[in-house]
């Protein structure tokens, strides 16, 4: 009887480390399944972010485009009032020294 009733004791203990295994395989597999979430959640903001990085590069080369046509519609009037205007202003400013 004494060893029918040890391998009966293997059997319980076996049972109930089996039962601890399959528990904290459970519990292994939830915090796996968490961090996946958190790894597809951290993802998609570092895209988000991404996008918008790419969005406001976008709008600051078009900004940056729009200041450099302006700058040169700018520059063209003022060499088109020069050419336009050039020997007046010549005149004016020789007149006033010596005159």
Do not use: P
């Not at 399959?22 to 961090?35: F, H």
């Amino acid at each position: 009887m004494d060893i029918i009733s040890e391998i009966l004791e293997t059997d319980r203990l076996a049972e109930e480390k089996l039962e601890q295994a399959m528990q904290k395989r459970s519990e292994m597999l939830k915090e796996c399944e968490k961090k996946v979430e958190r790894i597809h959640e951290n993802a998609e903001s570092e895209a988000d972010l991404y996008r918008a990085f790419l969005i406001s590069e976008e709008d600051m080369s078009n900004c940056e485009n729009e200041l450099r046509q302006s700058e040169k519609d700018q520059l063209d009037a003022l060499v088109a009032a020069y050419e336009l205007k050039h020997e007046d202003w010549e005149n004016d400013i020789f007149a006033a020294i010596t005159g």
